[in-house]
């Protein structure tokens, strides 16, 4: 048979590689950084930018989608060629992804310190990002199925249903969940509201997490394990079973992150039951990648690539256990809100995500530049280090999350939180948070090390840009009969559908009804639209990152409305385009925050929240207080609500200015009373009009009520 | 080497324990004096070193336990060098003789399902993709037993939840909480001292009480009337002057009913009567203490017709030792506000 002579694109390879340890490097760093300002406030200089709510989302968007987005492209570029003896399909292709892919990274480290944000977790770049992502996505979607067609293997490989899988549900994923309504260049509003938006956020916050940092890193492991120990893959049957039912399974477990809000129960118990069925296909990844290794411990005793991923299989089999515990409701009633979520999700990254990226880098590396590793003994080093990194994050915040949520839940014998004021269990978890940020810093310590090593074997070896291959075509025939899963193997597009309506199954069966039944949302006739000016402070809540240190969810338990009031219900939030319930309780829940203090507490709280709450980690916000609302964009905002189906009267937009000022009017006389003098568009008086709202609407009815 | 390298393993070991340990001791130390007296609380932070502890220990020794075996291999191989010598074979063969089936290794084995490393020839695919080959190993067999069980748990779940109703869905078992919650406040509420109300209530110079009210203060109150009492966002408490009336009825009112339109909240629902009369009583112990940066005063001049401290005496010279007790007692708690 004639062999066929082709090559396979290193540079790509090398390109993605480096931004993997250059984009890795920063976005550890500026958690370090967030992580640092949570014991430290001061530590943001009084610069807006730098706040921890506008440099979360830096963090959490650069190591997810640079770090390991960029480590997902490398592996794929790397693996999919030789997995299948072709060229990538196009090497035009693969540099506008590259290149594209990079821009939309330096994008979101622009606009998210200047506050252009979505609030939608993991989701947070606005729509012209948007827009720039699905069409790189939709690139990187090309390159890799053309791949596929001019295949010389007639069978694809594990690793590449993997591939396949990931891109085709995070297109599906991010297209619906960025659904949003501009207002202008960089302002968006969510395009579903409260309870809807929340669910949708949830079905991707939680797939985002499934399908771009679990299936394509499975896809990888499937590939660079089995290569770097020179052993065959454990069980194709565990292949097949673990890789349909984990796709099938992982789509319906979104709401878990919803348990005891204002969701329907009924989507709440198909979380929960989901995410324990998901146990088991989990740990089929984990046990396929570790019985991979029988036979082959000796060698992972000396190879530091193989500790490596033995360290990422075990804690990606840590985590998938984890996960489901929070959903099992039990548990979720003292986990969530608390720092047992950032202990688990830092499992999965820095072991899982963080420690396989750094085992690939180690074994490709050196092939590509056709040498050995430059040092082992610093491999060992940073293999160490990181472990230790590891432990010092995550067993602090195990002790966090055990501390504060039995603080947040101890009744005294007059049956009184025992704890009334938030803060009393934010002191207690502060030292906790030094240990973190300790952990942290042994981990980018660790990878500092590796990029130099990295760097070092990169110099004492030579580059091979084109590395020659040759393999026979695929002859034209048509094959029948085998497997049925094999037969799957040899149709991509088959594959790639089959694929497709799996991972759509179960979205569909939990988002449809709570869109379409009323009786999942019931309404309540006394919640009105917010009016301008709450419009206003809304934006400039959201701008400043609030929502990821206070939730405006408050579930229905007895510790909770002892807090913060009655428990909130799935009508209050028929308005809030995007929903704003949050996920981590650092702060107290703000959701009736509404009348609870004054004006002018909130102006002096805002400008220094030391003055007032001594120990308080939340930082000075004194900006509010000199900057001023745009108000040329009142009328397009309320259009814009109005378009998303918020009762506003006709020619409301118009004289919305009108209002704002009456309103804006009342409380700068409020705070005038108190000898603090302002005016009416400035941003403190927005914010103190939206947070005086929040969770008021069904105060009203109850005062009305006691009144009588 | 391997022996300084366990040492170096085993200090670090150590000093994971102290510090994890450490949280737990700080609450324990933190937690106010009926907090640690309530055995829920006590039982909690037991607990939590226990686990904790028990969690340390199982790694020491797992760890311990890869130590032993290190070193009985060596041990081994080194027998069977020696006796390798007297018959002749080689290190591997005899090594290979002495090894039996570990408990351990049957037990996977059983668990696994796995064809031996020896045998994986019989289970390799013919596939070959860029050098990856497959096995075809079984499904391990506790693997698809805790799929079917998960599976069955979640049909299950859904039966007892959403067919049956057997167990009660979030907003049920809120109403149950709270009822359970009312039952047993009501109880508390009927013991006599918890009758406390703003027409009975009298001043305390207890020292326990004042210092329960002035923890209530510092976590309460300071919030919007200063640390001092000096007041911010709320009035001066040290001056003589009360908006709403400076005897401790009056004091215990505004504290248990509020003043909301002006930004005083009620209290009742989150302070005992007790809490309330010790809270009073501390506030009425501020007067007079003149601290830094005071609020101008407010509202009307109230002059004791006796003085809280229910002494003749001038006011500040009876009140300043009880002050100053009061400071001593509860430099703790002080810590833990800081």
Known sequence: MQLEKFYYDNKIVKYFSIATVVWGLVGMLVGLIAATQLFWPELNGGVPFLTFGRIRPVHTNAVIFAFVGNMIFAGVYYSLPRLLKTSIFSNLLSWIHFWGWQLIIVAAAITLPLGFTTAKEYAELEWPIDIAITIIWVVFGINMIGTILQRRERH?????????????????????????????????????????????????????VAFFLTTPFLGLMYYFLPKAANRPVYSYKLSIIHFWSLIFIYIWAGPHHLLYTALPDWAQSLGTVFSIMLIAPSWGGMLNGLLTLRGAWDKVRETPMLKFMVVAVTAYGMSTFEGPMLSLKNFNAFGHYTDYIIGHVHIGGLGWNGFLTFGILYWMIPKMWRTNLYSQKLANFHFWIGTLGIIFYALPMYASFFVQSLMWNQFNEFGILEYQNFLQTVTQVVPMYMLRAFGGLLYLTGAGVMTYNLIKTAAQGSFLAKEEAEAPALEKKKITGGYWHSVLERKPIVFTVLSLVAILIGGIIEMVPTFLIKSNVPTISSVQPYTPLELHGRDIYIREGCFYCHSQMIRPFRAETERYGEYSKAGEFVYDHPFLWGSKRTGPDLHRIGGKYTDDWHYFHMYNPNQFVEG??????????????????????????????????????EKANGELDAQAAKIVANLAEKDIETSGDMEIVALIAYLQRLGTDIKVKDDVAENQ | MKKTNTYINQKWLAALLMIFAMPFAVSAQEAEPSALNNPEVLLTVVLGLVLIVAILVLIVALYMVRVIKLIMSEEKKAKATSKAKTEGLTVEEVLAKD???????????????????????????DHNY?????????????????????????????????????????????????????????????????????????????????????????????????????????????????????????????????????????????????????????????QGTNPANQKAPEGELYEPEEGPDSTEGTETGEQEPVEETVEAESDTVELALN
């Open chain 1, 156 to 208: 694809m490989y594990v690793a590449i249903w993997f591939y396949i899988a990931s891109f085709i549900t995070v297109a599906v994923l991010h297209v619906v969940n960025s659904f949003e309504l501009p207002i202008s260049f960089m302002k968006s509003y969510s395009w579903y509201a409260g309870v809807q938006d929340a669910l949708v956020q949830w079905w991707y916050g939680h797939n985002a």
């Open chain 1, 616 to 653: 308080s980690i939340m930082p000075e916000y004194p900006w509010l207080l000199e900057n001023t609302i745009d108000k040329s964009l009142t009328p397009k905002m309320i259009s814009a609500m109005q378009t998303l189906g918020v009762p506003y009267e006709e020619g409301y937009a």
């Open chain 2, 99 to 125: 090894k039996k089936e570990s408990w351990w290794k049957s037990v996977n084995q059983k668990l696994t399902d796995a064809v031996p490393v020896e045998k994986e020839e019989t289970v390799m695919l």
């Open chain 2, 130 to 286: 860029d050098g990856i080959k497959e096995l075809d190993n079984h499904l391990p067999p506790w693997w698809t037993g805790l799929f079917y069980f998960t599976i069955a748990w979640g049909v299950i779940y859904l039966l007892v939840y959403h067919v049956f109703g057997l167990l009660p869905l979030s907003e049920e078992e809120y109403q149950i909480q709270m009822a359970k919650a009312e039952a047993q406040k009501e109880e508390m509420m009927q013991l006599a001292e918890n009758s406390i109300d703003e027409y009975t209530v009298e001043f305390t110079d207890n020292v326990a009480s004042l210092e329960s009210g002035k923890n209530i203060y510092l976590n309460n109150c300071a919030v919007c009337h200063g640390r001092e009492g000096q007041g911010g966002i709320g009035p001066n408490m040290t001056d003589k002057y009360w908006i709403h009336g400076g005897s401790i009825q009056d004091v215990f009112k505004t504290i248990k009913y509020g003043v909301p339109q002006k930004g005083m909240i009620s209290w009742q629902k989150s302070l005992t009567p007790p809490q309330m009369r010790d809270v009073s009583s501390f506030i009425l112990t501020l």
